[in-house]
């Protein structure tokens, strides 16, 4: 269970996935919704998965998580499968 300040009124968003993630709609100075994901070093990701996770997620939001993907645009000297995988 996500944890949130009382000073901002909050609710969890439902999410209908296999992959470990939360996600939570916060009333700051408008909506919009956290969104927090692990994906394993060595797990397969299918494409589809992670955009049907986007889809399911209320605008505007706010991606965060670890990825365990490498690439340049976030300061690795290499890019990894993974990392392409999030490029596109």
Do not use: E, K
């Not at 009333?27 to 589809?48: E, F, K």
């Not at 645009?73 to 290499?78: E, F, K, Q, R, V």
């Amino acid at each position: 269970m996500p944890f949130t300040s009382h000073l901002y009124p909050s609710h969890i968003v439902t999410l209908h996935t296999s992959l470990q993630a939360v996600a939570v709609r916060i009333h700051v100075h408008s909506l919009v919704t956290v969104w927090c994901v692990y994906l394993p070093p060595n797990d397969v990701v299918p494409q589809v998965d992670l955009n049907q996770l986007v889809s399911q997620l209320p605008a505007p939001f706010i991606l965060l998580g670890d990825f365990n993907g490498h690439s340049p645009l976030w300061g690795h000297d290499d890019t990894n499968s993974r990392g392409r995988q999030i490029n596109s």
